[in-house]
């Protein structure tokens, strides 16, 4: 059984960073992308960052880029994400979610129905 477990969100001031982590289990996803999303109240759930271990490519939502960054703890088998949040601002507010895929891929897809694997989300909360 895949699990996506998450932890690392809180509260914190604009401005300010958190780290979140996504460990995987049941599986490795050294051939597949992994992801974050995340869905804020009221809104739909939009993506966030993704990265392919196979083609080390990265991708970022154009509202996070230069200030998150998602990368991979390369000493476990590839099955931890990380994402870096700096520079946090009230509208980051949202559950994040994690998120893998199935199969050998080598994109980082940007749509939350490319992935087949899902955490149960952490609540970040930025204060202004």
């Known amino acids: 059984q895949v699990q996506l477990v998450e932890s690392g969100g809180g509260l914190v001031q604009a401005g300010g960073s958190l780290r979140l982590s996504c460990a995987a289990s049941?599986?490795?996803?050294?051939?597949?992308?992994m992801a974050w999303f995340r869905q804020a109240p009221g809104k739909e759930r939009e993506f966030v960052a993704a990265i392919n271990w196979i083609s080390s490519n990265t991708q970022y939502a154009t509202s996070v880029k230069g200030r998150f960054t998602i990368s991979r703890d390369n000493a476990n088998a590839k099955n931890t994400v990380y994402l870096q949040m700096d520079s946090l601002q009230p509208e980051d507010t949202a559950v994040y979610y994690c998120?893998?895929?199935?199969?050998?891929?080598?994109?980082?897809?940007?749509?939350?129905?490319?992935?087949?694997?899902w955490g149960q989300g952490t609540q970040v909360t930025v204060s202004s």
């Open positions: 998120a893998g895929r199935s199969g050998v891929y080598y994109g980082t897809p940007r749509i939350d129905k490319e992935y087949d694997y």
């Open positions: 049941g599986r490795t996803f050294s051939s597949a992308p």
